[in-house]
């Protein structure tokens, strides 16, 4: 399946299309960069199907939409596992992070969706749209939920220094639970590493790095969950367990300090052991591709099962947050 993008010129291929113009529109929307970047965590099961899982580092309140969409049938009208509905959840979203001032280094996160569960608008997002662009071809839909759907996460999170950066190690830990499934979570890695910092006890110090370290930081994790079936996806068609690792790339003027960039362009790719099973209870493995626009105001990201050429169909996301305390500034000042 593909993002939401615009056809390129040229035999361009369609996850080498989409990548530019998801690049073109952040370039656009970061024309707008006036003060910090806002930051956002995703609600679940945005993380299993591409959506970027790190922790936040720093507070925040921001409140928005996350689609997510996932089919049972590919597009070749076979069925993807044991599935048997499609569902396009409609999340209203809330996320809050918080730093805890008595424990230094730690961080909490709350963050719900909810709402109701339809076809639209991720039935013509994924085919009327992505897919005609993409000249792939439709997904079917048979039986298909319509309920009203809510998810939780809760999460805590220990942050280090490392190669001396602050905050550019974690460990956390956390629980999502709702009408969809249940999973408590450990996941552990590195966030927005300096490139330099990174790769000068490799390469030595040099100028070229000292220029890449000003604009380029790298974030990795590994995550391990254990799968509880819920209202919408049961114990028969979950996986026992999940395996997840992501790697990413951000770019953003970065400069010499600490300070938060105006604007930042990440790109993710996510391998999951797979949220879901086959008939005969095999989990099945996906790769997904996601982007990330953080600007002042807000986040736009969004994901994709097109690595790896796994995209067959069935999953697709998106999410617009906002930033509420700087909303919230901007329409009280005078």
């Not at 970027?52 to 069925?79: C, H, M, S, V, W």
């Not at 001032?101 to 085919?127: D, K, V």
């Not at 600007?295 to 969004?302: H, I, K, L, N, S």
Request: aromatic residues 10%.
């Amino acid at each position: 399946m593909g993002a939401m993008n615009h056809a390129g010129c040229g035999p361009v291929s369609g996850p080498v299309k989409w990548i530019l113009v998801q690049a073109a529109c952040a370039a656009l929307a970061a024309i707008a960069g006036l003060c910090p970047a806002a930051r956002a965590e995703s609600v679940a099961p945005g993380v299993h199907w591409g959506a970027i899982g790190y922790p936040d580092q720093e507070r925040t309140l921001l409140a928005g939409l996350t689609l997510n969409r996932f089919t049972q049938f590919a597009q070749d009208g076979k069925r993807f596992g044991a599935v048997e509905e499609s569902a396009g959840f409609n999340f209203a979203t809330v996320t809050w992070t918080e730093r805890v001032s008595r424990f230094p280094g730690w961080s909490t996160n709350l963050t719900l969706g909810i709402g109701p569960t339809y076809p639209e608008p991720t039935r013509s997002l994924q085919n009327g749209f992505a897919h005609h662009l993409l000249d792939n071809a439709s997904v079917p839909i048979g039986q298909r939920r319509e309920e009203t759907d809510f998810m939780v996460n809760g999460s805590v999170s220990r942050w280090f220094s490392l190669l001396g950066q602050r905050d550019a190690l974690f460990a956390s830990a956390g629980v999502a639970s709702g009408s969809l499934y249940h999973e408590p979570f450990v996941r552990a890695g590195l966030r927005r590493l300096s490139a330099g910092q990174l790769l000068e006890p490799l390469l030595g110090s040099s100028r070229v790095l000292e220029g890449l370290s000003r604009y380029v930081r790298f974030s990795g994790m590994g995550q391990y969950g254990r799968l509880f079936g819920g209202s919408a996806y049961g114990e028969r068609v979950l996986a026992r367990q999940s395996f997840l690792g992501q790697v990413s790339v951000s770019i953003a003027a970065y400069g010499d300090g600490a300070a938060v960039p105006d604007w930042e362009l990440e790109f993710a790719a996510t391998m999951d052991s797979g949220m879901f099973t086959t008939s005969d209870g095999r989990a099945i493995e996906r790769q997904f591709g996601s982007i990330a626009l953080r600007f002042p105001y807000g986040v736009v990201e969004t994901w994709n099962d097109w690595l790896g050429g796994t995209d067959s169909g069935p999953t697709y996301g998106v999410q617009v947050m906002f930033d509420l305390g700087r909303l919230a500034a901007l329409a009280t000042s005078p």
